[in-house]
């Protein structure tokens, strides 16, 4: 008797690093099963994909090609990537129904950072009823999505069974959890004692001024959130920021302005 036989196509994904990928790195992360007839190549901006990587997907064998952006009006990038690639998969689609494709093969969907819900049921559900893994699964969560939006904790309240109080107990207390999503450079200036007495006051107004924010927010076009510590470790060196992870040491309110024109 034969074995029932179960159709699983071979799909391939082009990924925005700066949205979808979040999704897709979401499985090796946080140890989810990722389908195994799935492959993701990440690209700087949807805009990168072109028709040449599509048809030679098809080519080599790939039953579906996915392409993941962000949605329009919210790419990183002044060359507004994600329109470039709207008007290059009507373009293929076309193609693709000339020589005998199904166009159905081809897909664009768009994916913001706020839409994390979407890729949180992947790991909430594998503590479905467990209320003793909250904080495993707020960690697991905001690894992926970078922060813990309202709608999320909302879903975790509910699917682990825990009062939607007692969630954002945890999630406000514990300074390693994030209810403020973050841009795409992290600013932190150092506001301990040593960093106080060397200027980090008129630094920190001379980088609110400059990015226009306050800290413990983000930017309206999600470059830049800022962030202050108590201290960064690096007395000697204030006053201190630090971006994107580099310390940068002795840094005035004058040439604060500047320096942060390089990441503009």
């Excluded at 925005?16 to 190549?41: E, F, H, T």
């Excluded at 413990?216 to 630090?242: H, Q, R, V, W, Y």
């Amino acid at each position: 008797m034969e074995k029932n036989y179960e159709f699983r196509p071979k799909i391939l994904g082009f990924l925005c690093n700066w949205c979808c990928y979040a999704g897709a790195d979401l499985c090796g992360i946080s140890r989810y099963q990722y389908p195994p007839n799935m492959k993701v190549i990440r690209l700087m901006c949807s805009g990168r994909v072109d028709p040449l990587f599509i048809f030679r997907s098809f080519l080599n064998g790939m039953d579906g090609v996915f392409i993941g952006g962000c949605w329009p009006g919210e790419c990183h990038y002044i060359t507004e990537g994600n329109y470039l690639a709207i008007s290059m998969i009507q373009v293929c689609k076309k193609l693709m129904a000339l020589i005998g494709i199904n166009p159905d093969r081809l897909r664009l969907e768009w994916v913001s950072a706020s839409e994390g819900v979407r890729y949180a049921d992947q790991i909430i559900d594998k503590y479905m009823g467990n209320p003793g893994a909250l904080i495993h699964v707020l960690m697991e969560v905001q690894g992926e999505n970078q922060w813990l939006p309202k709608e999320i904790l909302t879903l975790i309240a509910e699917k682990l069974d825990v009062p939607l109080r007692r969630v954002m107990q945890i999630a406000s207390f514990y300074k390693t959890f994030r209810l403020t999503p973050k841009g795409r450079h992290e600013i932190h200036v150092c506001n301990g004692t040593a960093c106080h007495l060397r200027g980090s006051d008129l630094l920190l107004a001379s980088v609110q001024e400059t990015i226009g924010i306050r800290p413990g927010e983000m930017a309206a076009d999600s470059k830049f959130s800022l962030e202050t510590g108590n201290c960064l470790g690096c007395c000697t060196l204030g006053p201190e920021m630090i971006i994107d992870g580099a310390h940068h040491a002795r840094i005035s309110p004058d040439n604060a302005q500047d320096f942060l024109k390089d990441y503009a």
